[in-house]
């Protein structure tokens, strides 16, 4: 029986290690698919990244080098590849700039733990080093950064310029970066006694336009309407216009249920419509007496928004008509004209109208929309139109200005700025490696790491400059082990080498930054702390 009992027991030990191999497994094949996600969009890292095409299933193909866009069209199916499109989306939501950067130093940070994790290191201890050294990186780029007066418009263009220099419109810089500056000055509110401003995107309103290039985008401090008038021979063009802002419809009125009313006689057909035209003739003598010269009408889901013989009737009273104002677009117009809806025509009143000084009709190759300025009782909103050769470059400079309006509000919330070009990192890895000499055991290695990893930013940046990215990450060491010029030192592109960056105006928010180590790090430790992958039953 004892040879049995033998065999049995070593059965069971080999079961165990077996088992104890799966976690080291599991946790590799997550580092895998993640770093496998970093690496597809590494090289569209700074001014010199590349571009990706993205093709759809529908055909469509949009060119683009956002970290977020391209993750978010991304096919992917590794769920530990999923939490890098998730953090890129966090980055995106959190600071809006970034995107590509933080996907790549947590693609780096899973490079440096697996190596941590083959030299016998727990994942607790490097979960928990990497959490230190965070503190440690957030203390020294917090300790660099330069404040800022948000008076001071020419640190946001800097900022703003330098956010849109790795753009596929990046040559048009010098248009979208003062267009961005001054869209967020004008809707920020500052904070009463606070430090910064507050600063809510949704009060920008970019309207996409085919036609012209992207030179021709401009700033109107008023709304723009990207649809014709319904008018047929009514007003194009109206000075001191009185706005009116409608719910309810101008056509004859359906019945509650679907019902279908057989009219059998001239007699009849001639009484129903006799009654439709008088329906529709006392609500336009309402607008008259109101004064309305402007109708906005909401978008009707159930019928017409407007009939034939209301339009009939409105160009006769000279009042230009605007139907199918969307249901998601009423807040905004309500908040630039200073107006409230008008839900029915008993509340049509004077009192219930706006004034503006100029409405007109502007005919462009690509359509005709509506352009409103001079809201005397308006809010703090700015419509931006952005134009462009194609659908492909229209929404590539659209997304762009999306960046540099989300780098502004990172400023005007959190006023400091930072060297770019690889600068914060590099100076928060010489930080890490100098406190790494006095760390005790394992930290020792998760800050060397850490160190290491951080990195990987200025590398990318030589690397998809064209230049020798270990010779540029050596001299960036130098320049920073030395000082560099206070730690303004990283890689100037342009150039070629390590150039101060503050020098060259290239600043990024502190905001970005900081949120991007913080993500990026917080995600690394996530997926260390994860040794197995359970599929549910249905």
Not at 366 to 386: A, D, F, P, Q
Request: with cysteine; hydrophobic share 45%; proline share 4%.
């Amino acid at each position: 029986m004892a040879p049995k009992a033998g065999g049995d027991s070593a059965k069971v030990n080999s079961s165990v290690f077996k088992d104890k191999s799966k976690p080291a497994d599991i946790r590799l094949s997550n580092i895998n698919a993640a770093k496998a996600v970093s690496d597809a969009i590494r090289t569209s890292l700074g001014p010199r990244g590349m571009d990706k095409m993205i093709q759809a299933a529908n055909g469509e193909v949009t060119i683009t080098n956002d970290g977020a866009t391209i993750l978010k069209q991304m096919s992917v199916v590794h769920p530990a590849a999923k939490m890098l499109v998730e953090l890129s989306r966090a980055q995106d939501i959190e600071a809006g700039d970034g995107t590509t950067s933080v996907v790549v130093i947590a693609g780096a940070l899973l490079d440096a733990a697996e190596k941590l994790l083959q030299k016998g290191i727990h994942p607790t201890v490097i979960s928990d080093g990497f959490q230190k050294a965070l503190q440690m990186a957030l203390q020294v780029v917090e300790g660099m950064a330069i404040p800022v007066d948000l008076a001071n418009e020419d640190a946001l263009l800097k900022a703003a310029a330098t956010s849109l220099n790795s753009k596929v419109v990046s040559q048009h810089s010098t248009i979208l970066a003062p267009i961005a500056v001054q869209a967020i000055r004008a809707v920020m509110e500052p904070i009463p006694g606070g430090i910064g401003a507050r600063v809510d995107l949704r009060d920008v309103k970019v309207i996409e336009r085919i036609g012209g290039t992207v030179e021709d985008t401009e700033l109107v401090q008023g709304l723009v309407i990207p649809r014709r008038a319904s008018n047929v021979n009514g007003p194009h063009r109206i000075e001191k216009a009185k706005v009116g802002l409608i719910q309810f419809c101008i056509s004859p009125p359906k019945t509650d249920m679907d019902h279908n009313v057989i009219v059998s006689d001239y007699a009849a057909m001639d009484r129903v419509l006799k009654e439709e035209r008088q329906y529709i003739l006392n609500i336009v003598k309402q607008i008259k007496k109101a004064g309305c010269t402007v109708l906005l009408v909401q978008k009707s889901i159930l019928r017409d928004a407007l009939s034939d013989l209301a339009i009939h009737f409105l160009d006769k009273i000279k009042t230009m008509v605007i139907k199918d104002i969307e249901r998601e677009d009423i807040e905004f117009v309500c908040k630039t004209l200073g107006c409230r809806p008008i839900a029915s025509l008993d509340h049509f009143t004077a009192e219930n109208l706006v004034n503006v000084d100029m409405v007109e009709e502007i005919n462009e190759p690509g359509g005709k929309y509506i352009k409103m300025t001079g809201c005397n009782n308006g809010g703090r909103t700015v419509s931006v139109v952005v134009r462009g050769t194609s659908g492909a470059v229209v929404a590539e400079a659209a997304r762009s200005l999306h960046d540099a309006l989300c780098v502004v509000r990172c400023v005007a919330r959190r006023p400091a700025l930072l060297p770019g070009g690889g600068a914060p990192e590099a100076a928060a890895a010489a930080a890490l490696v100098r406190a790494s000499v006095a760390a005790p055991g394992a930290d020792h290695y998760c800050l060397r790491a850490y160190a290491d990893a951080l990195e990987v930013v200025p590398s990318t940046l030589a690397e998809n400059a064209g230049l020798n990215p270990i010779e540029t990450v050596i001299e960036l060491r130098a320049a920073h082990a030395s000082g560099g010029a206070a730690g303004g030192a990283g890689v100037n592109v342009r150039r070629g080498r390590v150039t101060d960056m503050r020098q060259e105006h290239v600043l990024q928010p502190l905001h970005v930054t900081a949120s991007a180590l913080a993500l990026s790090t917080e995600t690394v430790r996530a997926i260390l702390k994860i040794d197995d992958i359970v599929n549910t039953i249905n």
